[in-house]
C-alpha cells in the first residue's frame, strides 16, 4: 500500500505541469459553463413562474436534455461546433440548465402567497416584487440549484477530453485505457475533490443568513464566477485557437489521438521516437475521432485498422513503413479454470480460427458502425456465410459468461461466441459485453467475473505485460514471437490461455481523409513526416 | 370616500361578485360579512384593484380607481391582511418602512413617523431591529397595522385582520382598535365572517351572500330590520349577544327605574373618590355593561349619563334586564 502511494505521488508530481493545466481547464469549462447556464435558467426560470403555462413545456425540454447520453451529446456537436472548449462548454451548459431552471421556478413559485399578495397591496411594481421579494426569498432554492449543477458539471466536464477540451478526463480516461492506475486516481482524485470543495463552499454560501445577506450574495456568487470564467477562458482556449489556426491555414496538418494512443509505447511516443513525427496533436475520444476527421476538425488520427469507419468516412490507413505498430492479432483468451469447468469450451471457440481477415472484419464493422444492423443480425449472417451457424439447443448446462470491451468489434465477437457456444453445446451462455476498457475486461476476467473474452496481441504484451524495451525491440512485429510471448507469458503470471488467433489484425494505425491524402500524396508515416517538415 | 357601483367579477365559471354597489362615506367603517366564498373578499381586492372588476365603476374620492397605475393607486391606501404578510427577509422597521421608501421619504421623515407609530400601537422600539418570526402573533398584527399605516392613507382595506387571533385576544383588540387615535379619522373596509366581530366595529354593515348584497345597514337595522330569512337566519346563532352589543344602557335609560331609586348610600358620597372611578358610563352597550354586576339582588351598580337630566341611575341585574326586555319589544314592534 504504501509502495502505491509513494508511486501516485511521484507519478502527480511528475506530472503535475499537466495536472495544474488540466485542473485549470477543468474548473474553467465548469465555471464558463455554469455562468451560461445561470445567464440563461435563471431569466427563464423566472419567466416560467409569471405565465404558469409554459412551465411544463420548458421544464419538460430541459429534462429531455439532460437524459441525452453526454458522449452522444458531444457527437451531435461536432458538426456544428467542431471540437475542443467550445462544444464542452455547450454540453455541459445544457446539463446545467435543468436544476437551475426548476430551482428557480421552484423557489419563485413556493414563495409565502401572502408576502406577494402584502409586497402588490402596498405598492409595488412588478419589477420591484420580483427584486425585492421573489428572488430574495426564493435564493436559497435557487443557490441549491445551482449547486446541483455545479457538482454535475465537475463530473460531466471528465467527458471533455472526449473532444479535445482537456481537463482532468485525460488522465482518467487514459488511465483507463492505459491500465495505469496511477494516471486515473491522478485525474480522479483531484475531480473528487474539486467537486467536494465546490459542493461545500456552495453549501456554505446557502446557509448564510440569505436574509440578511440578501441580493448582494447572489450578485457576489455570480460576480466570482464570471472573473473565474473569464480569467480561466484564455487558458482554455489557448490549445483551441492553436488548433483552429493551423487547420485553417491548409498548410499544416492536426492531429486528433485517443488518451490511450498518447501514452503508448507503440503509440504518440514510438511516433516521436521512431519517426520524429512532429504534429500539432489534440486529445480526443475514439467514439468521437473519426467523425472529427470526417468533419475536418482534425486531420490525423490514430484508428483502428479493422474499424468500420474506415470504410464509412472514407478514411485511409498511411503505411507504417518503420514498423512501430506490433501486431494485434485477435485471440480468445480463456481462464485456465474455466477450461476446465468447461471442456468442450477450446474446441468451439478454436472453429472460428483463422476464418476472419481484415478485409471481413472492416465489413462486419462498417455493418454495426454504419449500417446499423445489430451485433445479433451481423454475427448470424456471418457464421451462416462460413457455414458455421447451428439452430441453438437451448441446452441447459453451467452458464458460460463471454465478456466483451466497450466498441462494436467485440460486441461482434461475443454474440459469434455466443451462437457458436449455444449450436454446438449445451453451455448456457451470459454476455456481459461493454466492459470498458482493457483494464476493466482483464480485472473481470482473471477475478472470475467472466469466463473468456477477445484481446489482442499487443495489448495483452505492451498493456498488460509491458516487458523491457529490449525484448519488444527483439520480437519487433514478428506475429508468431509475439504470440507465443503473451501465451507463455499469460499462462505463467496469470493462468489465461490464449486460444488460436481469429485471424484479422486489428492494430493501430494513422489514418487520414482518402481525398486529403491523395491531394497532398501521403500515404505512409514516413512521408506524411517529410510532408509536415517541409510546411 | 369611497364608491361602488354595478361591480361584477367572474372566474371561470363562478360568478364571484355580482352587481355590488354601496358607498363608504369618509371617516365610515363599513364591515362586509358574509360566508366563506361569498365574494366580501374579491369585492375588498377590487378596491384597490388587486383584483380587476370586470364591470361596474369604483371611484375613492370621487376619481376612478382605474385612472391611475395599480401601484401608485395602492400606496395611497393601507392594506391589511388575515395572514399578515409581513416580508421574513426584513427587519420590522425595513417592513414598516416599505410604503415610505416607494414614496421617497427621508430617512429621517420615515424612522419619526415609525416611532410615533410604535408609541401609539404600543410596540416596544426594541422590536425594530428583530425579524417578524421573532415576534408573537398579536405584535406581528400591530406591526402590520403599522406598515399599513405609516403613510397615513386616507383609506384602510382590512381582510380579516382579527382572524388569526384567538377569542380572547380578539375582543380585547376590538376595544383597542375603536380607541385607536390614529384610525377614527380613516374611512375603512374590513371584511369578515364574524359577526360579532362586525357589530362591535362597524359604522354600516353590507351583508353579502353568493357574490350579491343581501343588506346594507347598521347593526340595529340588521338585528332589528331583516330584509329577508338569509339575513334573519345569519344572525340567529349568536342574536340574544348581538341585541347585547347593540343596545348602549343610555338607549334603555327611560325604561330603567327613575332616579328616585337612588340608594343614598356610602358609595355615592363625594368624598369617596372621584365619580368617575365610581359610576360607568351609560356610553356602555349592555354587553359590556353586564361585566360589571355579581348578579346577586343586592348588587347594584351605578351608570351616569353624560347630559340630559336623571344623569345618574343605579339599578341591579334584574332591573337591567327588564329594561332590555321592554327595549327589545319597542324595536321588534317598530
Not at chain 1, 77 to 97: D, N
Not at chain 2, 60 to 89: C, T, W
Request: aromatic share 8%; glycine share 8%; hydrophobic share 45%.
Amino acid at each position: 500500500m504504501n509502495d502505491r502511494q509513494q508511486t501516485l505521488w511521484n507519478f502527480m508530481w511528475e506530472q503535475k505541469d499537466k495536472l495544474v493545466s488540466q485542473t485549470v481547464q477543468h474548473l474553467g469549462l465548469t465555471f464558463t459553463a455554469l455562468v451560461l447556464a445561470i445567464a440563461i435558467g435563471l431569466p427563464l426560470g423566472m419567466f416560467i413562474a409569471r405565465k404558469r403555462k409554459w412551465a411544463s413545456g420548458v421544464l419538460g425540454f430541459a429534462g429531455v436534455l439532460q437524459t441525452i447520453p453526454s458522449i452522444a451529446l458531444l457527437g451531435f456537436m461536432i458538426p456544428l461546433l467542431g471540437i475542443g472548449a467550445r462544444p464542452a462548454i455547450v454540453a455541459l451548459l445544457v446539463y446545467a440548465l435543468l436544476p437551475i431552471i426548476r430551482n428557480t421556478y421552484t423557489g419563485i413559485t413556493g414563495v409565502n402567497r401572502d408576502v406577494v399578495e402584502a409586497a402588490n397591496a402596498l405598492g409595488m411594481n412588478k419589477k420591484q416584487v420580483l427584486f425585492h421579494v421573489e428572488l430574495p426569498l426564493a435564493m436559497p432554492v435557487i443557490l441549491a440549484g445551482i449547486r446541483t449543477a455545479a457538482v454535475i458539471n465537475i463530473g460531466v466536464a471528465t467527458l471533455a477530453s472526449f473532444i479535445a477540451a482537456g481537463g482532468l478526463g485525460e488522465f482518467i480516461f487514459g488511465g483507463i485505457s492505459l491500465n495505469n492506475s496511477n494516471m486515473i486516481l491522478a485525474g480522479a482524485i483531484p475531480a473528487a475533490f474539486l467537486a467536494i470543495s465546490l459542493d461545500f463552499l456552495l453549501s456554505r454560501l446557502q446557509k448564510l443568513d440569505m436574509i440578511k445577506l440578501k441580493k448582494i450574495s447572489f450578485v457576489g456568487l455570480v460576480l466570482i464566477l464570471a472573473v473565474l470564467g473569464y480569467k480561466l477562458w484564455p487558458l482554455m482556449m489557448a490549445d483551441d485557437d492553436h488548433g483552429h489556426d493551423v487547420s485553417s491555414i491548409g498548410a499544416k496538418l492536426t492531429a486528433g489521438f485517443t488518451p490511450e494512443f498518447m501514452g503508448r509505447q507503440d503509440g504518440d511516443l514510438g511516433l516521436k521516437a521512431v519517426y520524429g513525427l512532429k504534429i500539432p496533436t489534440r486529445v480526443i475520444s475514439d467514439a468521437l475521432m473519426y467523425k472529427a476527421a470526417y468533419e475536418k476538425e482534425i486531420d490525423v488520427i490514430s484508428g483502428y485498422s479493422t474499424d468500420g469507419r474506415l470504410k464509412a468516412f472514407d478514411l485511409v490507413v498511411l503505411k507504417d513503413d518503420k514498423g512501430i505498430f506490433p501486431p494485434y492479432d485477435a485471440v480468445p483468451i480463456v481462464r485456465q479454470t474455466a477450461l476446465k469447468k468447461f471442456p468442450q469450451l477450446e474446441a468451439v471457440l478454436n472453429q472460428l480460427a483463422g476464418k476472419i481477415n481484415d478485409a471481413t472484419m472492416i465489413d462486419l464493422n462498417y455493418r454495426t458502425d454504419y449500417l446499423k444492423q445489430s451485433p445479433e443480425r451481423v454475427a448470424k449472417d456471418f457464421l451462416m456465410s462460413v457455414g458455421l451457424y447451428k439452430n441453438p439447443r437451448n441446452g441447459n448446462g453451467e452458464v458460460l459468461r463471454i465478456g466483451s470491451k466497450i466498441f462494436g468489434e467485440q460486441y461482434i465477437l461475443a454474440q459469434i461466441y455466443r451462437m457458436l457456444i449455444e449450436g454446438n453445446t449445451n453451455y448456457q451462455v451470459a454476455t456481459k459485453s461493454g466492459l470498458g476498457g482493457t483494464k476493466i475486461c482483464f480485472d473481470a476476467l482473471v477475478n472470475d467475473q467472466i469466463d473468456f473474452y477477445p484481446e489482442y496481441t499487443g495489448t495483452g504484451l505492451l498493456v498488460l505485460l509491458a516487458p523491457a524495451q529490449s525484448l519488444l525491440k527483439e520480437m519487433g512485429q514478428d506475429k508468431e514471437k509475439v504470440y507465443d510471448y503473451v501465451n507463455k507469458a499469460f499462462q505463467q503470471k496469470y493462468q489465461v490461455k490464449w486460444l488460436k488467433p481469429i485471424g484479422f489484425n486489428n492494430s493501430y494505425a494513422l489514418m487520414m481523409r482518402e481525398k486529403q491524402s491523395k491531394a497532398i500524396r501521403v500515404t505512409t508515416i514516413t512521408e506524411l513526416k517529410k510532408y509536415i517538415d517541409t510546411n | 370616500m369611497i364608491e361602488l357601483s354595478g361591480v361584477s367579477k367572474r372566474f371561470g365559471n363562478t360568478q364571484a361578485v355580482k352587481d355590488v354597489s354601496f358607498t363608504v362615506e369618509s371617516g365610515e367603517t363599513m364591515v362586509l360579512l358574509g360566508t366563506s366564498g361569498c365574494g366580501k373578499t374579491t369585492t375588498l381586492k377590487m378596491i384597490n384593484r388587486l383584483i380587476e372588476p370586470d364591470a361596474g365603476k369604483i371611484s375613492i374620492h370621487g376619481q376612478s380607481a382605474s385612472d391611475e397605475k395599480p401601484e401608485m393607486l395602492r400606496r395611497k391606501i393601507g392594506y391589511v391582511m388575515q395572514n399578515i404578510g409581513l416580508f421574513p427577509h426584513y427587519t420590522i422597521s425595513e417592513n414598516i418602512a416599505i410604503v415610505p421608501k416607494l414614496l421617497k421619504w427621508t430617512v429621517e421623515k420615515t424612522r419619526e413617523r415609525t416611532h410615533e407609530l410604535l408609541e401609539k400601537l404600543r410596540l416596544s422600539p426594541d422590536c425594530l431591529a428583530l425579524f417578524p418570526h421573532e415576534l408573537s402573533g398579536g405584535q406581528q398584527q400591530r406591526v402590520g397595522l403599522a406598515r399599513a399605516l405609516v403613510a397615513d392613507p386616507a383609506i384602510l382595506l382590512m381582510d380579516e385582520p382579527f382572524g388569526a387571533l384567538d377569542n380572547v385576544t380578539r375582543s380585547e383588540i376590538h376595544v383597542e382598535f375603536k380607541a385607536l387615535e390614529e384610525l377614527k379619522r380613516k374611512t375603512i373596509v374590513m371584511v369578515t365572517h364574524d359577526v360579532q366581530e362586525a357589530f362591535d366595529l362597524a359604522d354600516r354593515i353590507c351583508l353579502m351572500n353568493k357574490g350579491e348584497v343581501v343588506q346594507i345597514g347598521t347593526a340595529k337595522d340588521l338585528l332589528y330590520r331583516p330584509v329577508n330569512d338569509f339575513a334573519r337566519q345569519f344572525l340567529d346563532g349568536a342574536r340574544l349577544a348581538l341585541e347585547f352589543k347593540c343596545a348602549r344602557i343610555k338607549d334603555l335609560w327611560e325604561l330603567l327605574p327613575q332616579p328616585a331609586t337612588i340608594r343614598n348610600d356610602a358609595a355615592f358620597s363625594k368624598d369617596s373618590g372621584g365619580i368617575k372611578d365610581r359610576f360607568q358610563s351609560a356610553d356602555l352597550s349592555v354587553w359590556l355593561a353586564i361585566t360589571y354586576f355579581n348578579f346577586t339582588e343586592n348588587d347594584y351598580v351605578s351608570f351616569i349619563l353624560d347630559n340630559g337630566p336623571g344623569w345618574i341611575k343605579t339599578f341591579n341585574f334584574q332591573e337591567l334586564s327588564q329594561a332590555f326586555y321592554r327595549y327589545q319589544q319597542q324595536n321588534i314592534h317598530e
